[in-house]
C-alpha cells in the first residue's frame, strides 16, 4: 500500500471513530431506508451466510439478520473501532444474533467461497484500492454467490456538500463517489462479476426544518468538514442552505429527495 494510500485510510478511521456516536441519528433514517432496499433487491433469504463490509452502524447488517433467521449467519466488519462497538451493543439491545468485526475491506480475513451474499452499503468511496476490496469480496463468495453495494446518486446531504464546494468551505470532499449508473456497472464488471445490473432507488425524506437538516448532515460523512467551520463559517452556511433548500419546504418542513444506486452482481 503506498503512503497516501495508508494516510487516506488512517483518516477514515478516525473519522468515523468520531462519527461512531452520533451516525446517521438524526431520525430521518436514510441510512436505514436504502439499507433494507438493499437486502430487499439482492434477496437475502432464511438460513444465508451473509457478510456486510463497512457495515457502519448497521444499516444493512440488521436488516440482514432479521431475513436469515435463526438458521443464517450474518457478519459485519467495519475498520472503526468505535463503530464496530457501537454496533455490537445495538445488536444486543435488538437480541440480534449478528458477528461484529474489526477488519479491513481490502483484506478479508475469511476463508474462500464462504458467503452466500456480500453486501456493502455506501463504502466504496472510503477505499483507497477498491479494486483490491472487490476482488475480496469475490473471493469470499461462494460459486454463483451474490453482491449487493449502494453508493449515492443524491445523497441525503447533496444540498449542504454543493455549499460548501461552492464557498469553499471545510476542505475536500469525500474521493471517489460513483453517481453514475454505468460507471457502477462497469466498475463491477471489470472486478469479475456475472449478471450485473444497477438499480436506482429513490425516496423523499422528511426534515422538521433547517436545523434537523444540518443535524442529519452532522451524522454523515460531511462531519468532518462541517466540524472545520468557524461559528462566522457556519453561519454563512446555513443562510445560503436556507435559500438552496427553500424549493423544498412545505408547511410542516422541508421534503429532500435521495438517490441511491444499487449494484447487483454474481460470483463467478
Known amino acids: 500500500m503506498t503512503q497516501e494510500a495508508e494516510h487516506r485510510k488512517a483518516q477514515t478511521t478516525a473519522g468515523f471513530n ?3 456516536p452520533v451516525y446517521d441519528a ?6 436505514a431506508h436504502f439499507g433494507q432496499k438493499l437486502i430487499d433487491s439482492i434477496g437475502v433469504e432464511p438460513g444465508q451466510t451473509v457478510l456486510d463490509v463497512a457495515t457502519g452502524r448497521g444499516a444493512v447488517l440488521f436488516p440482514a439478520a432479521e431475513r436469515v433467521g435463526p438458521t443464517g449467519q450474518v457478519t459485519g466488519v467495519d475498520l472503526a473501532e468505535a463503530m464496530v462497538e457501537a454496533t455490537r451493543a445495538e445488536a444486543e439491545r435488538r437480541k440480534l444474533a449478528v458477528d461484529v468485526r474489526v477488519m479491513d475491506a481490502e483484506h478479508l480475513t475469511f476463508s474462500n467461497k464462504r458467503f452466500d451474499r456480500v453486501l456493502c452499503g455506501f463504502g466504496l468511496m472510503f477505499f483507497p484500492n477498491l479494486d483490491q476490496a472487490l476482488s475480496d469480496m469475490q473471493r469470499v463468495l461462494k460459486p454463483n454467490g451474490r453482491l449487493g453495494v449502494s453508493t ?11 455549499v460548501l464546494d461552492d464557498l469553499g468551505l471545510g476542505g475536500p470532499g469525500e474521493p471517489g463517489w460513483i453517481t ?17 445490473e444497477v438499480q436506482v432507488a429513490t425516496n423523499t425524506f422528511h426534515y422538521a426544518d433547517l436545523t434537523q437538516y444540518w443535524q442529519n448532515a452532522r451524522g454523515t460523512g460531511l462531519s468532518r468538514r462541517l466540524a472545520a467551520l468557524d461559528t462566522e463559517q457556519t453561519d454563512r452556511a446555513r443562510a445560503v442552505l436556507a435559500e438552496r433548500l427553500r424549493p423544498y419546504q412545505r408547511s410542516d418542513g422541508l421534503y429532500v429527495d435521495a438517490s ?3 449494484g447487483l452482481g454474481s460470483a463467478t
Do not use: E
Open 26 to 31: 438524526a431520525g430521518v433514517g436514510c441510512f
Open 260 to 262: 441511491a444506486l444499487l
Open 152 to 162: 449515492w446518486q443524491i445523497s441525503q446531504a447533496d444540498d449542504l456538500r454543493a
Open 18 to 20: 468520531r462519527l461512531a
Open 180 to 196: 453514475a449508473p454505468d460507471a457502477l456497472a462497469r466498475l463491477l464488471i471489470d472486478a469479475g462479476f456475472k449478471n450485473v
